[in-house]
């Protein structure tokens, strides 16, 4: 009789040890995220005509469906745009375009230093400071909304000079 107790005992306490060793091995912590990074990155965005969009840039890091572009370049046959890093949704087409952004296009340049972006309708928007210059105009204002097909830049709170 109590060589049978001793033997559960042993047989519990064997068990208890064995899953405390088990549990011992799965994470800890929060969600792990899997970051994919690139450096030099060249992407075509294909459309219905052919190539929409090229976009380049010093370096890419994908999480999920987000996508972070560092030296950003896009480019499709309307403009350029460039900015220091660019988020985009991948699902979407929708981001945000961060520090030094430029858009150059045949006959206006436009710089700001935030911006929001909807790559499938061409669009480009915020309520930051903006500066635009068409040969020897300069249009500075506030808020702004840009497309490229057709080319149509409205700005809020603008000031125009000509020089």
Known sequence: MLRS??????????????????DSFEPTGGE??????????????????GIE????????????????LKGAEL??????????????????GKGELLGGIELTSKDLVAKSQRAYMDLREGRFYGDGRIELREGDKKV?????????????VI???????IE
Request: glycine share 8%.
């Open 75 to 92: 480019i499709s046959e309307e403009a350029t745009i460039r900015a220091g890093e660019v988020y985009i949704d991948r699902n979407t």
């Open 155 to 161: 700005i809020s709170k603008a000031r125009v000079n």
């Open 53 to 68: 969009w090229t976009i380049k840039g010093r370096s890419l890091e994908v999480v999920g469906k987000d996508v972070l």
């Open 140 to 152: 500075e204002g506030y808020g702004f909304e840009i497309r490229l097909k057709p080319m149509r």
């Open 5 to 22: 107790l001793l033997i559960s005992l042993m047989i519990i306490f064997a068990s208890y040890m064995l899953r405390a060793y088990v």
């Open 32 to 49: 792990e995220k899997i970051v994919n990074r690139l450096e030099g990155v060249t992407i075509r965005s294909y459309g219905k005509g």
